[in-house]
């Protein structure tokens, strides 16, 4: 600490000229002066000199003043609670106070000098110094606390040390905060005890959560297995040596036995004698290695029924690992096997004849080739087709349809040897399936073939079906087979086509699959493509032949379609109208020929030459039979505008088998508005004048067949002649077609007939070629 500034005495001179100069500024002092010299002088000696004194008595004042302050300052600063600390850049002590010194625990004279940093612990000198250095660079107040080496004790010491006013020195303010330090060290020990003793509590609170929850689960767990006991499921309890310890209601429920009436007894109670003793020897064996069984048991319940339950088995065991209780569960279900099995039924079992049905035979058909595949056993596969079944479900109706069906399938069923397989597809078709007939192909073709004939002969026995005696037949087709080369599906398309073969010779019979009409089979689809096509695309034309008189006049023309494809160039219609009729493509077909006729007709109608023709369109029997052909007709009539009387329609005879009262009401109408009949192919099929009666026919064809050998065959022309008389008879006119031979004609127009078509007269040729040659006459 600095002394402060001692008062300075003032020089007497210095005085002297102060007060004189004080002295002039003091008018009530002049006042007073004598006139005198001498007095005024010692007047104003006197008055200097009071000024003097005063003046040194203020001056004393002032220093009195000053040093009281200086040791209240000094007092303040030594004995202030706080050390006061002045360093130089160094960090040597300059100055310390009373309490520094204290602090340090040190006298102060052995301080001033000394590094402060000395004082502190090793690891707190150097923030003392970055600090102080911080200070002395005018970084302001630096606030730290370090640890100080005091005597044989440590103890905190907080430091504010700024830079001072002349900025050579720092200077510092230094406070032990020991105690404080020790209160927070203290705080924090509590503090971490506290959250000690809080993760205690916490984990303690835990561990009483975890327990509470173990026995809720525990409680749960009793209370579950109290439900789980009375469920619907049946239950009891026997111990080790399978007595009966407790049932639960669904036990009582499904068995009828109350718990009194079983506890204490074996469960061989419930014995139906359905099993036998290899059954219980094998749920026990499962039992005794792996504590528990599962199956389907047939029990006997105490009113005696038989019923099938889902048993499940478990053996309990105690904390040695000895069986102590046997615990059954079971299920009744004879009400749900039942109805898996109604299932099964309807998945696998045609309702109506109870025989395998198509999915059935697949399966075994899978089945069949994977056993031939190994054995190399021959097997056979046969397709039966009932013949003309469909007339019978027409005319007698649909439930005796079904009573035939099931006879069928029993008669099927006794035709074969237990372990084949009879099936029905779906209507009147059916398959059997011939396993292991012989490893030779042969001997496996003929014994199929004695099954076939002996299937053929059986189900032509007559039938009684409700009142009706009925006798049917049926077409079969027969393939075999070995090994799985041939695909499941492959198999039943080539019995389906050697089934068709059969109906194709006539029904009733029987035949073997063969490679070549498969071919045939083959051909036939791709014509069908074609022909869809050929609608789509127009790839028709027609062709017209003269129909001339007996004066070499034309009179009309025959309309005949021509397919010209595009790969195979011109095809028949003798190869491609059969097809149009099976398909029912011959509906579109027969539209547009009927279509392309009226066009042409009323093309001609503009010209004499041709206005007066009249043009003969064939019709198919599919096209008669529609319900609305006569609108058809008319419709189309109507769109080409064109006189109906010039339109004459090819009916052939094979048609006029079904249905003809229909036919007979469908010409009539058409008759009416002026369209004409012919009767196509006449004399080959079954003509009956009783019908040909009712016709509105305008014209009979002999067909060509009678007219090709009409020179060399004599009953070709008794036929011919025949036909004209009674064409003539009936008051119709007569054709003939397939006139090639001049000698033909002459025949026929000496025996009456003078219509004529035929290569003699024109092949049948494009429109423009026939216009040509009609010009020509
Ligand atoms: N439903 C429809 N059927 C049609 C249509 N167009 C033809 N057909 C029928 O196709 C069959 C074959 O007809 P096509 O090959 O045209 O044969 C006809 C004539 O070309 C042939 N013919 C005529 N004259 C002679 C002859 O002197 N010699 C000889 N070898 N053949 C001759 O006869 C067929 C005429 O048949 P038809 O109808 O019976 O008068 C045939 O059955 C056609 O009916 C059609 O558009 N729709």
Redesign the pocket.
Known sequence: MKTPAKSTKLSSKTLRRRAEAQLKTQTEIKQTIPSDYAAKKMIHELQVHQIELEMQNEELKQARIAEKLHYRYTELFEFAPIGYFSFNLKGVINQVNLRGASLLDIERANLVGKQFSNCLTAQDRNKFNRCLAKAFAGDGIQSFEVLAQVGKHKCWLNIEANLGITETDCLAAVIDITDRKRADEELLFQNDEKGKRTDELVIANKELFFQNAEKEKRVGELRVAATVFETQEGMFVTDANLCILRVNKAFTNISGYSGEEVIGQSPKLFNSGRQDKAFYKEMWNSINTTDAWRGEVSNRSKSGDIYAKNLTITAVRDGKGVVSNYVATFRDITTSKAASEKINNLAYFDPLTQLPNRRMLLDSLRHVLTISARSNQHCALLFLDLDNFKTLNDTLGHDVGDLLLQQVATRLTDCVREGDIVARLGGDEFVVLLENLSLQAIEAANKAKKVAKKIIFELAQYYQLNMHRYHSTTSIGVTIFSGNETGIEELLKQADIAMYQSKAAGRNTWHFFNKTMQESIIARADMERDLRKAIEDNQFQ??Y?AQVSSSGQTLGA?????WQHPERGQV???NF?PLAEETGL?LP??QW?LDSACAQLKAWQKNPLTQDLVLA????AK?LHQEDFVEQVKATLKRHDINPARLKL?L?ESMLVENISDIITKMNILSKIGISFSL??FGTGYSSLQYLKKLPLNQI?I??SFV?DLITDASDRAIVRTIITMSHSLDISVIA????TVEERQYLLDNGCTHY????FS??VPINEFEVLLKKG
């Not at 025959?558 to 021509?562: P, Y």
């Not at 369109?617 to 198919?620: A, D, E, L, R, T």
């Open positions: 027609l062709h032949q025959e309309a005949l379609i021509r028949s219609p003798f109208i011959i077909i027969g020929v369109v064939n019709i198919s096209q090819e052939t196509d192919d064809k067909d060509q090709r077609e397939g006139v090639e078509q035929g290569y003699l092949k049948p």
